[in-house]
């Protein structure tokens, strides 16, 4: 099988080929592509060297698939010229998650809306599927009225300008080359992307519609507040979570032990609970500090870490690719 990735030198599509490679996906052919200014750099899968290529040439050698993670207006141009030339397509950008004529896949929650006709599937915000990795389980059995969610997010979710930042700036290195218009060493920053009219930002907004998306129900309220944080390799989420239906604690958390792609981590008692340097490199959504919200009835309040990363971005797509594969649909 070909497989492109398209922004395969950036993290993400860096994090793409450690993935296929781990997880062993049948790739016959690799083909990495990026920028024209790209072209020709080396990239190594399975201990050989592939040479990049841009988007014209990978399209003119007919990849069965095609992982994107090349920012939006990349995907908007090039995504539909290799689904026309007969690829499945994973986009990892915003470009295609809100299009009603494209599923938005998270694969442990509803990997059954894909068909063999959905030739350009999004993947969504790495902050939306940590989340609802951990709540759709509990949606189906108690049905959820409102979710409030703050975000601690890491700096790898901006990308290798951020890292550098953060480091520079931990380094005392003058002149920093700067991704944020503030310091993040030592500091939060309570905006992720741009502010919109009604003050939220695009990355809260994005959990907003993402979530209702994919869980299949506009009625669904949704809250949300995006903070960057000075950590590297894992997004954090406090999620406080209404059901229309009473629930058991007892029972939620095994339900939560035996939901797909989730890691119980929740022994108070020896202070176990996730964390990002735990979380990170690895693909679970880790969950812990379940506990009553003792202001309101039937609330929850839960605790949800994951590599952004990596089930945040790289492996959510490639599990969306191995079903693919799994439907004969590629």
Known sequence: MKVAIVGATGLVGSKMLEVLE?????VTELIPVASEKSKGKEVVFKGKLYQVV????????KPALALFSAGGSVSQEWAPKFAEAGAAVVDNSSAWRMDPTKKLIIPEVNADAIT???KIIANPNCSTIQMLVALAPLHVRYTIKRIVVSTYQSVTGTGVKAVSQLFDERNKVENVNMA????IDLNVIPQIDVFLDNGYTKEETKMVNETRKIM??????VTATAVRIPVVGGHSESINVEFAKDFDLNEVRSILTNAPGVVMEDDITNQTY????FAHN????????????ESQERTLNIWVVADNLRKGA?????????YLVKKKFI
């Open 274 to 277: 996730p964390m990002p340097i």
């Open 116 to 118: 063999a006709h959905d």
């Open 216 to 221: 299949r129900d506009d009625s669904i309220g």
């Open 314 to 322: 790289a492996t959510n797509a490639i599990q969306i690719a191995e």
């Open 54 to 61: 841009t988007p014209p040439e990978a399209v003119d050698m």
């Open 180 to 183: 944020y218009k503030y310091q």
């Open 282 to 293: 690895k693909d679970g959504v880790f969950v812990g500090r379940l506990r009553i919200d």
């Open 22 to 26: 781990e997880r062993n996906f049948p």
